[in-house]
Nanobody
Framework: QVHLVESGGGLVQAGGSLRLSCAAS????????KGWIRQAPGNEREFVAAISWSARTVDYAESVKGRFTISRDNAKNTVYLQMNSLKPEDTAVYYCVLDCRHTVLTGCLSWNSWGQGTQVTVSS
């Protein structure tokens, strides 16, 4: 049973940056795909970014391309989401996820493990 814990959320002004971290425990980490999903109040869950186990494949939602960067450190069992040039529309709860259920990583919303989420609020 894997346990995911996110950190790094908070309140930031538009144009600012945040880095989210997600530490995994309880299961081998390095062979799984990992990603970030977000959900704003009243909205459906939205794919943000994903990274393959080798980090050779990464994918981003169009809305965050060029601003967000996903990375992973398998030695630390941690995945990161660097968020730059933040916009008010990036405000959401961000969930760390592990092990996409589909072969194609692009836009994956079905994951086997989820963290508890961390709030990111971007003020205008």
């Amino acid at each position: 049973q894997v346990h995911l814990v996110e950190s790094g959320g908070g309140l930031v002004q538009a144009g600012g940056s945040l880095r989210l971290s997600c530490a995994a425990s309880g299961s081998p980490f390095d062979m799984y795909t990992k990603g970030w999903i977000r959900q704003a109040p009243g909205n459906e869950r939205e794919f943000v970014a994903a990274i393959s186990w080798s980090a050779r494949t990464v994918d981003y939602a169009e809305s965050v391309k060029g601003r967000f960067t996903i990375s992973r450190d398998n030695a630390k069992n941690t995945v990161y989401l660097q968020m730059n040039s933040l916009k008010p529309e990036d405000t959401a709860v961000y969930y760390c996820v592990l092990d996409c259920r589909h072969t194609v990583l692009t836009g994956c919303l079905s994951w086997n493990s989820w963290g508890q989420g961390t709030q990111v609020t971007v003020s205008s």
